[in-house]
């Protein structure tokens, strides 16, 4: 079975940056989609950014021209580059990914534990 670690929340102050990163272990056979999603209280969770196997990404409006999501395949991580962050970001954001596993057939939905952003104004 695999895990997905996320790191790199934290308390920022409007404008600010942040980067956040996840990590999948265990016996992977292959990565297919890496996504964020972020959960603000008394809100429904919703999608930040993903990420394809080939490199194709896509935003949420509220996301375009401020982030950027990467993966680094060698490495089985994603990241999520936060630039002029608004109070408005403030949210719990949840890494996703879509794995195989070596001596396993199918493909598994994986998510993380949360990492806390908070944008003061």
């Known amino acids: 079975q695999g895990q997905l670690v996320e790191s790199g929340g934290g308390l920022v102050q409007a404008g600010g940056s942040l980067r956040l990163s996840c990590a999948a272990s265990?016996?992977?056979?292959?990565?297919?989609?890496m996504g964020w999603h972020r959960q603000a209280p008394g809100k429904q969770r919703e999608l930040v950014a993903v990420?394809?196997?080939?490199?194709?990404?896509n935003y949420a409006d509220s996301a375009k021209g401020r982030f950027t999501i990467s993966r680094d395949n060698a490495k089985n991580t994603v990241y999520l580059q936060m630039n002029s962050l608004k109070p408005e970001d403030t949210a719990v954001y949840y890494c996703?990914?879509?794995?195989?596993?070596?001596?396993?057939?199918?493909?598994?939905?994986?998510w993380g534990q949360g990492t806390q952003v908070t944008v003061s104004s």
């Open positions: 265990g016996s992977i056979f292959s990565i297919d989609n």
């Open positions: 990420i394809n196997s080939g490199g194709s990404t």
């Open positions: 996703n990914a879509v794995l195989s596993f070596r001596g396993s057939q199918g493909r598994y939905d994986y």
